[in-house]
C-alpha cells in the first residue's frame, strides 16, 4: 500500500522559516505530480504549489516568491521551504501525490496525513 507521510511542521514567529518533507512509501512504479495543500480552520482545503516530475512548478499566488517546492532525486519526496512566514499561512499541510502502483500500473491520487504549521505574530 503506498504512503505518504510529511513531516516538518511546527510553531514558527512571522518571518520565519519552515522546511516541509513528504516521502512516499510502498510498491511505486513512478509518481507523475506531487503537490502541497493547506486547510485552514473553516477554509477549504487549498492549492499551495505542485510540481510535476519534469520539475515544473505551480504556485497560489498568495505564497509565490516566498515558497519553493521541489523533489528529491528519487523522485519519491517532494518539499516545501516556505520563508517569510505569515500568519494567514496558519494550516494544517498535506502533501499530495500522483502515483502509479507497480503491481497494477494503475495511478491514484494519495494523501499524507498532514502536519500543522502555526505562524505567530
Known amino acids: 500500500q503506498v504512503q505518504l507521510v510529511e513531516s516538518g511542521g511546527g510553531l514558527v514567529q512571522a518571518g520565519g522559516s519552515l522546511r516541509l518533507s513528504c516521502a512516499a512509501s510502498?510498491?511505486?512504479?513512478?509518481?507523475?505530480?506531487m503537490g502541497w495543500y493547506r486547510q485552514a480552520p473553516g477554509n477549504r482545503r487549498e492549492l499551495v504549489a505542485t510540481i510535476t516530475s519534469g520539475g515544473s512548478t505551480n504556485y497560489a499566488d498568495s505564497v509565490k516568491g516566498r515558497f519553493t517546492i521541489s523533489r528529491g532525486n528519487a523522485k519519491n519526496t517532494a518539499y516545501l521551504q516556505m520563508d517569510s512566514l505569515k500568519p494567514e499561512d496558519t494550516a494544517v499541510y498535506y502533501c499530495?501525490?500522483?502515483?502509479?502502483?507497480?503491481?497494477?500500473?494503475?495511478?491514484?491520487?494519495?494523501w499524507g496525513q498532514g502536519t500543522q504549521v502555526t505562524v505567530s505574530s
Open positions: 499530495s501525490g500522483s502515483v502509479v502502483d507497480a503491481r497494477t500500473y494503475t495511478g491514484r491520487d494519495y
Open positions: 510502498g510498491i511505486i512504479f513512478k509518481i507523475n505530480a
